[in-house]
């Protein structure tokens, strides 16, 4: 594999973890406060659709944005109703999200633009834009930083700076901050905080709507910014991909954004090569592309049993009196 085609198999990895990470974090918030969500694939793709739509209306992109993430933000306080206010079981509560979301987005695109259960492909204001790093023309021929700093890091939609510097953002909440600190008890012994005079149920239902916020930039980058409109079922399994991601991760932020580059990086690798010779064994397109969902199920296999959630997590808190 020579340098060119290593720095394009890298950019598109870039973009493709983007909303991989978004999702990651938006899980690991939601289950450090003791709030399992198998619902993030539901909010992605709600999200993507919203995100679509309302920028060809509005011919603005950053208008679809806010549309994403405010019907995802609804879908996870439906989420946290269920779940936290109703004590309702929280993997039930999520499949029904991802459900009702399927359904719901094929339905409403059908009926508002009579295109098969998709929206029109999005151009101009209605996509985002790419963005060029300062200087990275300038580099673009030094060795080593030239293809790095233009070919890889530069180039790409607003969000995929927003994704990386959620990372280190989202540590500091957690670890640095009292609000951090709070909601990683409250996953772990919601008893003690309760008793400590701080509120389980509005711990929960913050961190619950920090992830409706994730999950709406990640569904919104998918259809905006990595795609050109909505499509049935566009985020394509990727909300369980990010949950697997996040497990591997062992629910800390900093191993979260290797993961999502690993499963963005076999992504990449299965678009750009339609099959690859391993040891004279030809792997077809098929096999390349079904690459990051093996990696799922080796990675919930292998690392599920060692990789320790917090302790109250999928279990609703009763108040003792």
């Known amino acids: 594999m020579d340098l060119m085609v290593l720095v394009q198999v890298l950019d598109?990895?870039?973009?493709?973890?983007?909303?991989?990470?978004?999702?990651?974090?938006?899980?690991?918030?939601?289950?450090?406060?003791?709030?399992?969500?198998i619902g993030l694939e539901g909010k992605m793709l709600a999200a993507a659709f919203m995100a679509a739509a309302i920028s060809y209306?509005?011919?603005?992109v950053w208008i679809g944005v806010v549309a994403a993430v405010g019907v995802s933000v609804a879908m996870a306080l439906i989420h946290g109703l269920a779940s936290i206010t109703f004590r309702g079981n929280q993997l039930i509560s999520g499949v029904a999200i991802n459900f009702l979301a399927a359904g719901i987005t094929v339905v409403i695109a059908q009926?508002?633009?009579?295109?098969g259960g998709r929206t029109p492909s999005l151009s101009g204001d209605a996509r985002m834009a790419r963005i060029d790093l300062p200087f990275a023309n300038a580099l673009r021929d030094v060795p080593v930083i030239g293809p790095i700093y233009h070919g890889i890091l530069s180039g790409h939609a607003l969000l995929v700076y927003?994704?990386?510097?959620c990372v280190p953002l989202?540590?500091?909440?957690?670890?640095?901050?009292r609000f951090g600190l709070r909601l990683r008890a409250v996953g772990e012994n919601p008893a003690a905080v309760d008793t400590a005079g701080v509120s389980v149920v509005a711990l929960r239902c913050g961190a619950v709507a920090i992830c409706g916020v994730l999950c709406g930039l990640a569904g919104a980058y998918l259809s905006t910014g990595l795609s050109a409109g909505f499509v049935k079922d566009m985020t394509a399994g990727r909300g369980f991909i990010a949950l697997a991601a996040m497990i591997f991760a062992k629910w800390r932020p900093w191993h979260a954004l290797g993961a999502?580059?690993?499963?963005?990086?076999?992504?990449?690798v299965a678009n750009r090569f339609q099959n690859i010779d391993i040891f004279g064994f030809n792997l077809p397109v098929q096999a390349m592309q079904a690459l990051p969902y093996i990696l799922t199920v080796v990675i919930l296999a292998g690392f599920v049993g060692r990789?320790?959630?917090p302790r109250a997590g999928g279990a609703a808190y009763v108040k003792e009196h």
Not at 57 to 60: E, F, I, L, P, R
Not at 111 to 115: A, E, G, T, V
Not at 170 to 177: I, K, N, Q, S
Not at 260 to 268: I, M, N
């Open 260 to 268: 999502v580059f690993l499963f963005g990086l076999l992504e990449a």
């Open 307 to 309: 990789a320790i959630p």
């Open 12 to 37: 598109s990895t870039m973009r493709l973890a983007t909303p991989l990470l978004f999702a990651c974090l938006a899980g690991l918030i939601s289950e450090r406060a003791g709030v399992f969500d």
């Open 57 to 60: 209306v509005s011919g603005n």
């Open 162 to 165: 927003v994704a990386l510097l």
């Open 111 to 115: 009926n508002w633009f009579r295109q």
């Open 170 to 177: 989202t540590w500091y909440m957690l670890f640095r901050t």
